[in-house]
């Protein structure tokens, strides 16, 4: 596998759901992060992690909760969330320091009904 | 005054015609900017950075002007594949970059 791969593709979740997205890189890249892109706004960035601390949490609600066992895993773990958290979530990696720019995942379309 | 500012589009071109977005920046101290694409329901990709000298690769070419704080992007001999939403992204601090909402470009047959 090469690239930066994201599990599932799409998910439909109730309100009263707990689910996970997964991430996974396999560049070598030592920062991770999670982007919410929703219709006809910019990405946002949510959380940033550098060497598996976190570095950036741009005051995203508690129902998101990331996480980072290691350079090459990123998870973000839902609960209790909002129809308006229906989006498209883009796990991205980079080499930090490095003026390459991000690789993106394919990303995980969410629908909460 | 928004971080990263483009115009939205669309803009509609017939193939082989010649096309530019500019993508304006608020922040000063911005020290790499770069453009992206992003096909429809589709992740972006990183099209090219953007270098203060300007560069070109193929039919594209970016160029950076920091004293107006814009970034451009010209597309020559538009091929319908070019169709897509055009990302302007410009870094705040090491590990922020800022995106654009994209400009969306319909190449025409």
């Known amino acids: 596998e090469t690239g930066v791969t994201q599990t599932p593709r799409h998910l439909v979740m109730g309100m009263t759901n707990k689910k996970s997205l997964k991430c996974e890189q396999h560049l070598g890249h030592n920062a991770m992060y999670w982007y919410k892109q929703s219709a006809k706004k910019p990405l946002e960035l949510m959380f940033v992690?550098?060497?598996?601390?976190?570095?950036e949490n741009n005051s995203v609600p508690s129902r998101f909760s990331p996480e980072c066992p290691n350079s090459s895993h990123l998870f973000l773990h839902l609960h209790t969330l909002q129809p308006e958290d229906s989006a498209l979530y883009l796990c991205?990696?980079?080499?930090?320091?490095?003026?390459?720019?991000?690789?993106f995942g394919s990303g995980t379309r969410l629908t909460v009904v | 005054r928004k971080e990263v500012e483009q115009d939205p589009g669309p803009f509609n071109v017939p193939e082989g015609a010649t096309v530019a977005f500019n993508c304006t920046y608020s922040n000063s101290a911005s020290q790499s900017f770069f453009w992206y694409r992003q096909d429809c329901r589709k992740e972006p990709k990183l099209l090219m950075s953007?270098?203060?000298s300007g560069n070109e690769d193929g039919r594209f070419t970016a160029q950076l002007n920091r004293a107006s704080q814009y970034i451009s992007l010209l597309i020559r001999d538009s091929k319908l594949s070019d169709s897509a939403t055009y990302l302007c992204v410009v870094t705040s601090g090491t590990y922020k970059y800022i995106f654009g909402t994209g400009t969306r470009l319909k190449v025409l047959a």
């Open positions: 953007v270098y203060s």
């Open positions: 991205a990696s980079s080499q930090a320091g490095a003026d390459y720019g991000y690789t």
């Open positions: 992690y550098s060497l598996e601390e976190r570095v």
